[in-house]
């Protein structure tokens, strides 16, 4: 459920030291902690929880954004925090063979699309139009960090196809994801008719 702006108090969209920004940035923090416990110790239900934790903690700062107010140093590390924990935790993963040669295959193509629209829309926004996320976007990051703790449970280790099939079906929503910003890029254009250079790539 949205939370209502509280009218009564909110911090301006230049505001930096926000509840949110606290939450995030303590997102930010505790993840390298998950990557060690996962290249030091592979599955266990410590690094299980600590992931769970720090995934949730993403709806916390959500709501409190809503409530007192969306600021743009909180649309920048919201999704800065989200990728670190992503990517962060696959590469921990790959490094420890959690997923297989098919599975890096896969954590090399999130990457590849994480890293390429996150230019592209900087691209767009230095030209002041804006390419909001969609909510593809957010499931796609669901299903990662769903593979994500189905690779750290201790149960699943000895049986790594499980979230291995689950990374796949991440990585097809990452490029779906992926391609329906390369659209709205495109109707950007359409609107504006500021033709990026070098559009063929």
């Known amino acids: 459920m949205n939370a209502a702006p509280d009218r009564r108090f909110s911090f301006d969209a230049s505001a930096r030291m926000t509840p949110a920004n606290a939450v995030t940035v303590a997102r930010l923090l505790a993840s390298p902690v998950l990557f060690v416990l996962i290249v030091g110790g592979g599955a266990s239900y410590l690094a299980f929880v600590l992931g769970f934790v720090i995934a949730a903690t993403?709806?916390?700062d959500g709501y409190l954004a809503r409530r007192w107010g969306v600021t743009?140093?909180?649309a920048f590390l919201d999704?800065?925090?989200?990728?670190?924990?992503?990517?962060?935790?696959?590469?921990?993963?790959?490094?420890?063979?959690?997923?297989?040669?098919l599975g890096t295959v896969g954590v090399v193509?999130?990457?590849?699309?994480?890293?390429?629209?996150?230019?592209?829309?900087?691209?767009w926004a230095r030209r002041g139009v804006a390419i909001p996320a969609r909510r593809s976007a957010k499931a796609k990051t669901f299903i990662q960090e769903l593979a994500i703790g189905l690779a750290l449970l201790p149960p699943l280790e000895e049986t790594p196809v499980v979230a291995t099939a689950v990374l796949w079906v991440a990585v097809?929503?990452?490029?779906?994801?992926?391609?329906?910003?390369?659209?709205?890029?495109?109707?950007?254009f359409s609107l504006t008719g500021?033709?990026?250079?070098?559009?063929?790539?």
Do not use: C, H, M, N
């Open 109 to 123: 193509l999130i990457t590849v699309r994480e890293f390429g629209i996150s230019a592209y829309r900087s691209y």
């Open 58 to 60: 993403d709806s916390v």
């Open 194 to 201: 500021d033709k990026p250079s070098g559009e063929a790539s």
């Open 72 to 74: 743009r140093s909180g």
């Open 172 to 188: 097809a929503f990452t490029l779906y994801s992926g391609g329906r910003y390369v659209v709205d890029g495109r109707r950007a």
């Open 79 to 101: 999704p800065l925090a989200d990728k670190v924990l992503v990517l962060g935790s696959l590469y921990a993963l790959v490094w420890i063979d959690a997923f297989g040669a």
